[in-house]
């Protein structure tokens, strides 16, 4: 169904609640729209991640948008994420807006500036509309938090705002899927509840036909139009997921090389090791605190953190600083990445309070290197080569602070730029670059370096064929093209 030219349509993925498989849902849905010869784009106005990646004009969002883009084969843009709040404590987050840093904001702070970020949110979808025929939005957590809806604006409060309908989806591999569909027409409001044009029942497993009466039973009870009862998609592990640790494991092969990575409270960027995970012959494990480093691991990884000072702490009440030190003395290995690099130093120092109080803290020793955390937040895409054997990789850095080290340069930049650093053993080695490890020639590199056998994946063309594969999931199971008929050109009202 052809859209009008002349003016963008938008539809609105909304949930019953957080990890129904709302972001999925929109990449594949955008990959199927694209594939009909539409020009989407993705749209979140509010996500809250600690996975973010560098966009193309140099600010940030979350990854999972970065995903839908993908999908939609388009360029990365901050419009695309307007609003991305970063967790840096149990209360606290780092607020981005249009993919730049403000500030930081408690919850209960947060929710009373939310109405101001509403301008800057319309904007952003304004601007991405102005270039498309199609924008699928997502909405976050759940649509049913009522003790939230008065400064909305990442659900219905977006969803009025700007005049777009909303399909409600539902997980029903947790369990009680009518009631919480039927539920939540109950508690929202009225003027909500018309927003809502249908509903998903995602995750399903076994025979369909045993779930259509429950189908009936939602359309009945609500008013909403059935769009579709989506089967669980196993091959979604092979995607960049915005929570790696609530993704299932997998089982590992005999004799597959252990790789460790410390998994402390504020990690960051972890959609760094998914194509480890992918590697037969590899086998990834995330430690919790209080779990130790396994003394079969032949590398261990300190990755990205939020909060690299309050991080760095909590891995030494867990003792890994302990074991670190006799996964060396066994010939293990170990890579420091972003925040995991400047733990592996003998200083970090943060004089302005960039992450909470100032201070200045001992790290790990195991390189010698001194980290500064201030300045302006470092957002680009970069390639180079090792420098000690020439491996070429691209990739990103997103960081505040600056290294500065006394070891071996780990990675050549060009331009006289060296990055990172390794120790005269060669068997410590930390750097800023995230996305290392997606570059198909770095990960062989890496997994050589401790005795494992790369199983020669091409890690980027594997997320491509995973998206069709997904867009072809979807186009079975959901009425797309009702979709379409049910999209609308958004009416944005004045805001202020």
């Not at 991405?128 to 219905?156: F, Q």
């Not at 494990?285 to 990755?303: H, K, M, N, T, Y």
């Not at 890690?459 to 997904?470: P, S, V």
Request: with cysteine.
């Amino acid at each position: 169904m052809p859209l009008d030219p002349r003016q963008a349509r938008a539809l609105m993925i909304q949930g019953t609640g957080s990890d129904v498989g709302k972001s999925l849902l929109v990449a594949g849905l955008a990959r199927a729209f694209t594939r009909r010869g539409l020009r989407v784009r993705p749209f979140k106005p509010q996500n809250m991640s600690n996975n973010a990646a560098v966009t193309a004009d140099g600010g940030e969002i979350g990854r999972a948008q970065a995903l839908q883009a993908r999908a939609a084969r388009v360029a990365t843009s901050v419009h695309m994420n307007p609003v991305l709040l970063k967790p840096q404590t149990d209360v606290g987050a780092q607020v981005v807006v249009q993919g730049r840093v403000v500030g930081n904001a408690k919850a209960r702070e947060y929710q009373a500036i939310k109405p101001k970020l509403l301008g800057a949110v319309l904007d952003s979808f304004s601007r991405l509309a102005a270039e498309a025929d199609l924008v699928l939005v997502e909405g976050a957590g759940s649509a049913s938090e009522v003790n939230l809806r008065a400064s909305d604006i990442a659900n219905m409060g977006f969803a009025r705002a700007a005049d777009v309908p909303v399909v409600l989806v539902g997980d029903i591999d947790r369990g009680g899927v009518i009631a919480s569909l039927v539920g939540t027409k109950a508690v929202i409001e009225p003027g909500d509840a018309a927003m809502i044009v249908g509903f998903l029942v995602n995750r399903f497993r076994g025979d369909p036909s045993l779930f259509a009466d429950g189908m009936t039973r939602i359309a009945d009870e609500t008013g909403w139009a059935s769009l579709g009862l989506v089967p669980y998609f196993a091959d979604a592990q092979k995607l960049p997921a915005e929570d790696a640790l609530g993704l299932p494991g997998r089982s590992a092969p005999n004799g597959a090389m252990k790789v460790v990575v410390l998994a402390y409270p504020r990690i960051a960027n972890f959609d760094d090791f998914d194509p480890l995970r992918q590697e037969a012959g590899v086998d990834v494990v995330f430690v919790r605190p209080g779990e130790p480093i396994s003394g079969d691991a032949a590398l261990v990884i300190l990755p990205g953190s939020k909060a690299t000072v309050a991080d760095l702490a909590s891995l030494r009440e867990t003792g890994w600083d302990i074991d670190l030190k006799a996964h060396l003395r066994r010939g293990g290995h170990v890579l420091g990445i972003c925040g995991g690099y400047q733990m592996l130093g003998r200083r970090i120092a943060d004089p302005d309070g960039m992450e909470g109080p100032p201070a200045c803290v001992d790290g790990l020793g195991l390189l010698d290197a001194e980290t500064v955390l201030g300045g302006d937040k470092v957002l680009v895409e970069v390639t180079g080569r090792t420098v000690a054997e020439s491996v070429p990789f691209k990739g990103y850095e997103m960081h505040i602070g600056r290294t500065m080290t006394k070891e071996t340069p780990l990675l050549d930049l060009g331009g006289g730029r060296r990055e990172g650093a390794i120790d005269a053993s060669g068997r410590v080695a930390g750097c800023y670059i995230h996305g290392l490890l997606a570059d198909d020639r770095q990960r062989r590199h890496w997994l050589a370096r401790i005795g494992a056998k790369s199983s020669e994946l091409d890690y980027e063309a594997g997320i491509d064929a995973t998206l069709d594969a997904l867009a072809d999931h979807l186009e079975k199971h959901i009425d797309c093209t009702r979709l379409l008929e049910l999209a609308r050109v958004p009416t944005i009202k004045p805001t202020g």
